[in-house]
């Protein structure tokens, strides 16, 4: 049974090696969908595709949390939604980024210019100025939103 790592606002969901399937390979239909006019629906498949080869770059690296709060509504990270956390990748200038200052865990946006600092994505919240980079510890950077329609 998978353990959930509580942290203040985020749940850390391991991804363990054998149970990496997220779906069985799902259809992927060759049209694409009209979000102007409509346009007929083809009735064939292209291929299928696993969305762990879409989603998962790094599989030992990688791992799911579940957002809480509004700090981020501005970037299109809701409360509730998922997202997919790469260990692996370096972390640069405007990527969203896991991290933990002070013992505190967040999601926020990476700004190492003018200054290094935790940005929201949220004009009621106030950036997070890093005056020491030792107090800054960045977990993983952020390569997908899942949201639930």
Known sequence: MNSIKKFKNLDFLPIKQENLCIANKIPLFMEYIAAGFPSPAQDFIEKRIDLNQLLIKHPAATYLLRVSGESMNEG??????????????????????????SGEFTIKKLCLIPQLMLKPMNQNFHPIIINNPDDLNIFGVVTFIIHQA
């Open 76 to 101: 299109y990270i809701q409360d509730g939604d998922l997202v997919v956390v790469d260990s692996a990748k370096k972390p640069k200038h405007g990527d969203i980024v896991i991290a933990n200052v």
